[in-house]
């Protein structure tokens, strides 16, 4: 059974910046593409980042292109998703997830253990 389980999250300005991490149990981390996703209050859980299992090509949601970078250290098990220029649209509930393999889907059928998520709340 694999476990994710992020940290990070908290309340900042607009304009301000936030790491989210996400520590992996299991030994086959590095096998897996992994995402991150986010679900803000009344609306449906949508894309955010993904990286491949080695970490050579990673994928943005366009409306955080250019703001967060999506990073991962496979010896300590981990994913990151490091946010800059916060903006409260930016507010939600952010989850990491495994993907079913080697590949970084933007869908949420490409993923199949997912975290408890942390909150991010962007204030203006």
């Known amino acids: 059974q694999v476990q994710l389980v992020e940290s990070g999250g908290g309340l900042v300005q607009a304009g301000g910046s936030l790491r989210l991490s996400c520590v992996a149990s299991?030994?086959?981390?590095?096998?897996?593409?992994m995402g991150w996703f986010r679900q803000a209050q009344g609306k449906e859980r949508e894309f955010v980042a993904a990286?491949?299992?080695?970490?050579?090509?990673?994928n943005y949601a366009d409306s955080v292109k250019g703001r967060f970078t999506i990073s991962r250290d496979n010896a300590k098990n981990s994913v990151y998703l490091q946010m800059n220029s916060l903006k409260p649209e930016d507010t939600a509930v952010y989850y990491c997830?495994?993907?079913?393999?080697?590949?970084?889907?933007?869908?949420?059928?490409?993923?199949?253990?997912w975290g408890q998520g942390t909150q991010v709340t962007v204030s203006s």
């Open positions: 997830a495994r993907a079913r393999n080697i590949y970084v889907p933007t869908s949420q059928l490409g993923y199949d253990y």
């Open positions: 299991g030994r086959t981390f590095s096998s897996y593409g």
């Open positions: 990286i491949t299992w080695s970490g050579g090509s990673t």
